[in-house]
Structures are given as C-alpha cells and as structure tokens.
T-cell receptor
Framework: DAGITQSPRYKITETGRQVTLMCHQT?????MFWYRQDLGHGLRLIYYSAAADITDKGEVPDGYVVSRSKTENFPLTLESATRSQTSVYFCASVSGFQETQYFGPGTRLLVL | AQKITQTQPGMFVQEKEAVTLDCTYDTSDQSYGLFWYKQPSSGEMIFLIY??????QNATEGRYSLNFQKARKSANLVISASQLGDSAMYFC??????????FGTGTRLLVSP
C-alpha cells in the first residue's frame, strides 16, 4: 500500500535495551523526520534527513541514532532505552517540492 | 528560533456552531509556512490546512479556514458548523528550514451535541 508506515505500532521494553523503530514511505519523498509526542510538549523533532545518507539532529536528539541508507527507510534506534524515552513516536515525510508533511500512524513506546 | 504558541489548552463548542482556535508564531524569516493538523483520539496526525507567508488570500479547505494576520503573526483556525467528529486535539505548526516543523502544544476541542 502507498503511504508511510511505522513498525512496530506498540512496543514495551526495559531500561538499557536497544530498540529500533522502523519507518517506510512509498512516495520517494526526499525529506524524512522523527518526532516524539509528550504531554504538554506537542511534537518535538528528534532527527531529520534531507536525502539518503544525509541526516541531522533536531531539537531532542540525545539517546537516539538514525540512518538512511535507502530513500524509503528511516529507522530510529534508541541505543540504551531510558524511562524518559517513553513516548509516542511519529515518522513523517515530505517532498522537497510539496508543502504538506505526511505522518505515519505512530509508535507507542513504553520503557519500564 | 521559530516558536508557535497555542494559548487555549481546551475549547468547548456546541454542534453546528463555529469555533476559532488561536495560534501565534514568532519568526524572523520572510518566507514560511503555517499548518494545522488534527489528532483524533485514535492518535494519527491529519493534515487540515496550509498557509504560505506570501499567500494574499486566507486558505480554506471545506469547513476549515485559516485566518492569517501577518502583521499580528497569528494564524487562527476557524471551523465552521462544528460536528461531533471534530472533537480532537489540534496542532498549529510552522515550517522551518529543511522542511522541519515546529509545533505548538495543541488545543483540545470538545464538540457537544
């Protein structure tokens, strides 16, 4: 199906474990983003990518790693999960020529 | 740095009435874009409406319109003829460089019968 998908949709993990959240888009959009949503903060940018092999930090990058070897995929890795990383994570994408940023369905992550 | 302020944590409106959700922004850029997204209880982010800083007309999309007042740096969302399905969180956002979005903290709208 066309669009932007995230997996898993729900994840429970323990403090200290490594977790990878996947994001896949079928539009060949140049730009991809990872946001986290927490109560009282709205959505905040973690990392973004302007193209394959080009990534940069957003507002809240600490504790996260990203890669983008293919245009359509943009995985987010929590190297050693902490309770403060319990959140809802949204992946998004946009073409350099469009105005609208489209979001995936989100991943709810609980770190115990 | 860009900043979006939504001062209304919650709003109530009766079905079929109009409601305005406030959004003010701060930027030193001449070219920017403003967005409104809806987040229902199911959690997905749904794009509603977009306004470019150089657009002279206020954007409209069906029952949604964006009241853009550039000098006041405001971009309020107006929902006409509210429906029960409009109950949701609404986020205002501004586009930065590299297509990044900066979000406000959101307004929860509750539509009553």
């Amino acid at each position: 199906d066309a669009g932007i998908t995230q997996s898993p949709r729900y994840k429970i993990t323990e403090t200290g474990r490594q977790v990878t959240l996947m994001c896949h888009q079928t539009w060949s959009h140049s730009y991809m983003f990872w946001y986290r949503q927490d109560l009282g903060h709205g959505l905040r940018l973690i990392y973004y990518s302007a193209a394959a092999d080009i990534t940069d930090k957003g507002e809240v990058p600490d504790g996260y790693v990203v890669s983008r070897s293919k245009t359509e995929n943009f995985p987010l890795t929590l190297e050693s999960a902490t309770r403060s990383q319990t959140s809802v994570y949204f992946c998004a994408s946009v073409s350099g020529f469009q105005e609208t940023q489209y979001f995936g369905p989100g991943t709810r992550l609980l770190v115990l | 740095a860009q900043k979006i302020t939504q001062t209304q944590p919650g709003m109530f409106v009766q079905e079929k009435e109009a409601v305005t959700l406030d959004c003010t922004y701060d930027t030193s850029d001449q070219s920017y874009g403003l967005f409104w997204y809806k987040q229902p209880s199911s959690g997905e982010m749904i794009f509603l409406i977009y306004q470019g800083s150089y657009d002279e007309q206020n954007a409209t999309e069906g029952r949604y319109s964006l009241n853009f007042q550039k000098a006041r740096k405001s971009a309020n969302l107006v929902i006409s003829a509210s429906q029960l399905g409009d109950s949701a969180m609404y986020f205002c956002a501004m586009r930065e460089s590299f297509q990044k979005l900066v979000f406000g903290t959101g307004t929860r709208l509750l539509v009553s019968p």
